[in-house]
């Protein structure tokens, strides 16, 4: 069981005291991290939690949102497809189809880029 508390705190702050248990193999590499940062677990700990730029979950929720809008491009693109198969629209409108499927490409390029 590891012990974890605040071991600077700012004057009338009160203390924290949490306890939980880490089992095999998460209890091993907190040790090696923490050893391999010169800290102890604690330090280890509250360096990790008060150095996070973001939500760890933020990016596959982003990652989440954006596939299920590619997914309803997908479809409306299909539609459009069909219609086209139809002979509904007219050349002007398929190029600018070309244009705007071109433009998405590189816009989803740039952000998978950006977020590796």
């Known amino acids: ?24 193999e998460a209890a091993k590499l907190l040790a090696e991290c923490s050893r391999a940062e010169n800290m102890n ?16 979950r933020s990016k596959e929720l982003e990652l989440m949102r954006l596939r299920n809008e590619i997914n309803k491009i997908g479809v409306n693109v299909n539609q459009i497809v069909k219609n086209s198969n139809f002979h509904i629209y007219r050349e002007d409108d398929k190029i600018g189809l070309i244009g705007y499927m071109e433009k998405i490409s590189i816009l989803f390029s740039d952000f998978i880029q950006h977020r590796k």
């Open 41 to 56: 677990e604690l330090e280890y700990i509250c360096y990790l939690l008060l150095n996070q730029t973001e939500n760890p």
């Open 1 to 24: 069981m590891l012990f974890i508390r605040y071991m600077a705190r700012l004057k009338g702050e009160s203390t924290l005291r949490k306890h939980f248990k880490l089992i095999g």
